[in-house]
């Protein structure tokens, strides 16, 4: 029997078409919403959209001051946790399991209303946001250096110490390079995260993504838009973050 | 420091924690039911049930839970303890939909093509082979997953509903003791999360020594 | 077993821990005199809300509108230093100000017997009534609202919730971290009223399905100041009663609130004797640069510095 060109439908069932149909799917999809979207009032927020763009930018600028923060309280929790004596481990890893068991809304509470009363020192709505993300991001980072650290290969740390390399070189050579190119993907995941966590300093009155919604829902009361704008602010930011992470490491699973 | 009002308060913050219970509770059974039955519907071989599943993972992982909340109570209009669990149910059941395939994939694949070439249907393979080994895998990373579904049903004193997280601000602008009541408050929260931590371990030795 | 056991045991652990490091770290509240920080600093910090039109809410733009702006910015040019202001909400403010983060809050807060324990407050400075904002179509008897099936509704912290508990203390309350959130809740029927301030209401009632009820009490509002700080008190209280003398306190009241004042300012309702004197040192009472006031008077008073 001679083999010809396979039939109709056994083409549309090859991956390639299966790809076009979904695409063809997605953009029919598109359409439908755009042309629902386009029915909503959008002269109401054209003259906010400095604003709220502002509000976007200042919840980047918190995820990523929390995130450099919160990485540098994080390192030495993650080598304490790793490599310190056993008193120190303890109290290391009782400090990150306490921070992560409570709720981040919490923390942002605490930080902000009762952590000055009892110090007596002073922090501005954007202080206290910071610190509180700096506090979330590092016990969630404490954990991502250690996968990093534990995901060097043991048989390495075993080849240096067989060259007679001390447990300090070791770890500033070999260990150390490895861990942090393994690190990060999970580093800029944690980033997205942190990202999407600064929606809850809205609570404490700092003037970022959510809050400028609101602010402006409150002045012209235009809701459906203002959704719109504050889900697509958040998924597009995310979405195009992840998307790199994705580039960078293919088959790396996000599960922060 | 005046840990008397904790005292004094004791029905508010006891009355915080059953909500928190409650909410936490039928959270997790939510976004477990959901969580699992994405996830093993975008493990199936069908090309559009994976990039159906992975859009809807994709799409609710890329918003906070705060926007979800807020689209069901403000946006949607409905009332708050539905709109909560929906947000919470929606936003956990992603994360867990990702751990359950990536339990799923994990057991060897050569277990599945062994129990077809052994005569056995796809089903028959999966309920008695592949399922009970992805439950033993996937338990730490569930555990995690509750742990999360309890710390963020504290979104919900955003709208009014009064879990521990309210209390805690009620208390804080009626005496201005805030302190001692976030104290109590990150106290219980923890013996919370710590007894859902503690049955799963239960749970994971039990199906460890099946 | 064993594992739940270290669990609870790094629990504890890790709760000492915290609660050392906050004792470690107590120090009584800041005792800095006020009036010499702002001075120094060249700058007054007030605290301001983001939320309640027409005394203090921003605009679409963002920026800050409201009677109580313009007053913090007429304090300011008097003081000779520059402005900045912080937002506060009802929960917010005591902790601000006690901190030391806002050097005065200028907002609608009503003094009481639970925060004069804690802060101090100067002269009253608007005369407000407390309401209830209802959806459109409901009774506007206040009256009809006293019984527990109704639920109530305000932000956390707002001293109104305190009086009504008093008055009907088995009422359903639903309290959100701030207005908008309140506001949103009246129309879609998640609470059946708001309790909050007449003023406001009638500027939230405008946003359309929203109904004012009459006045269920008063609610003379002041601006609140760190406990023992009498020359800052003093000297604010002297600043609004200059205002008043001057005649830019009522015009900026019916600016805002379009109508004249309906109290009187200063020791019972009167001015106090020689209070236009300027003092010597305690006291500064710079000029008003050229237009200010017809600025601050003006529709664009936000443009001001």
């Known amino acids: 029997m001679i083999e010809g060109r396979p039939g109709l439908w056994r083409r549309l069932q090859s991956p390639r078409a299966k790809l076009l149909v979904w695409w063809i799917g997605c953009g029919v999809a598109l359409l439908l919403a755009l042309r629902a979207v386009s029915s909503l009032d959008w002269g109401a927020i054209r003259n906010s959209w400095l604003f709220l763009l502002t509000g976007l930018g200042r919840s980047w600028l918190l995820a990523i001051i929390s995130i450099l923060a919160g990485g540098l309280a994080a390192a030495p929790l993650a080598l304490a946790r790793v490599y310190g004596p056993p008193g120190i481990r303890q109290a290391a890893i009782a400090l990150i399991e306490c921070v992560r068991a409570t709720p981040e809304l919490m923390i942002v509470f605490w930080v902000y209303f009762t952590l000055p009363i009892v110090t007596g020192n002073q922090v501005s709505s954007w202080n206290a946001a910071l610190g509180s993300l700096s506090v979330i991001a590092a016990v969630y980072l404490a954990e991502v250096f250690r996968a990093g650290l534990y995901s060097v290969p043991r048989g390495q740390i075993e080849a240096s110490a067989a060259t007679g390399m001390s447990a300090l070189a070791t770890f500033l050579y070999v260990v150390l390079p490895q861990a942090v190119r393994n690190m990060v993907p999970a580093l800029i995941a944690q980033l997205v995260g942190l990202f999407k966590t600064t929606s809850l300093v809205y609570a404490i009155g700092v003037m970022e993504f959510f809050r400028s919604i609101t602010v402006t829902n409150n002045a012209v009361f235009a809701p459906y838009e203002l959704y719109l704008v504050l889900a697509l602010g958040y998924f597009v930011s995310c979405f195009a973050i992840t998307r790199v992470v994705r580039w960078f490491d293919p088959k790396y699973q996000l599960l922060e | 420091m005046d840990w008397h009002i904790l005292w004094e308060y004791r029905a508010a913050l006891f009355s915080g924690l059953v909500v928190t219970v409650w909410i936490s509770a039928l959270g997790i059974a939510g976004s477990t039911v959901v969580g699992v039955v994405i996830g093993c519907l975008g493990s199936t071989p069908s090309f559009y049930l994976r990039k159906l599943t992975s859009a809807y993972t994709e799409l609710l992982r890329n918003l906070p839970l705060l926007v979800k909340v807020f689209f069901f109570y403000f946006v949607l209009s409905m009332p708050t303890i539905p709109a909560a669990l929906l947000g919470l149910v929606l936003h956990q059941s992603a994360y867990i939909a990702d751990v359950t395939g990536a339990g799923l994939r994990s057991v060897a694949r050569g277990q599945l093509d062994a129990g077809l070439a052994l005569g056995h249907g796809y089903w028959q393979v999966f309920r008695y082979v592949i399922l009970p080994q992805a439950v033993r895998i996937v338990i730490p990373p569930m555990t995690t997953q509750y742990v999360a579904v309890i710390k963020n049903s504290s979104i919900v004193a955003l709208i009014a509903v009064q879990d521990l997280t309210y209390q805690t601000q009620e208390i804080n602008v009626e005496t201005f003791r805030g302190f001692e009541a976030a104290t109590a408050a990150t106290v219980l929260y923890i013996v919370v999360a710590l007894t859902v931590i503690g049955s799963m371990t239960l749970l994971q030795r039990r199906v460890l020594t099946r | ?305």
């Open chain 3, 1 to 305: 077993m064993g594992t739940k056991c270290r669990a609870l045991a790094r629990g504890a652990v890790a709760s000492l821990i915290l609660a050392g490091v906050m004792f470690a770290g107590a120090a009584p509240l800041r005792a800095d005199p006020t009036l010499e920080t702002v001075l120094k600093r060249g700058k007054l910090i007030a605290g301001i809300t983001y939320d309640s039109p027409p005394s203090g809410y921003l605009d679409a733009q963002g920026n800050v509108l409201g009677y109580c702006a313009d007053v913090a910015r007429y304090i300011a040019k008097r003081l000779g230093v520059g402005l900045e202001f912080v937002q506060i909400t009802a929960s917010s403010r005591v902790p601000l100000l006690r901190t030391g983060r806002i050097d005065a809050e200028i907002a609608i807060t009503t003094p009481n017997k639970v925060r004069n324990e804690v802060v101090d407050f100067t002269y009253s400075y608007i005369s407000d009534n407390g309401v209830l904002l209802v959806r459109e179509g409901q009774s506007t008897s206040v009256a009809d609202y006293y019984s527990p099936s109704k639920v109530i509704g305000s932000t956390q912290g707002n001293g109104f919730v305190a009086s009504w508990k008093i008055q009907h203390p088995d009422a359903q309350f639903k309290l959100y971290p701030e207005e908008s959130s309140v506001i949103v809740a009246v129309k879609k029927g998640d609470v059946d009223a708001v309790l909050t301030n007449e003023f406001s209401a009638h500027r939230f009632a405008q946003s359309g399905g929203l109904a004012v009820t009459a006045p269920w009490t008063t609610s003379p509002d002041s601006i609140m100041v760190r406990h023992d700080e009498s020359k800052w008190r003093n000297w604010l209280n002297w600043a609004l009663q200059r205002m008043w003398v001057e005649g830019t306190l009522q015009k900026l009241y019916k600016k805002w609130y379009g109508i004249d004042v309906n109290f009187r300012m200063g020791d019972a309702g009167e001015i106090q004797p020689r209070v236009t004197e300027i003092g010597q040192t305690d006291d500064p009472w710079k000029d008003l640069p050229p237009g200010f006031l017809d600025a601050l008077l003006g529709d664009k008073s936000y443009t001001l510095p």
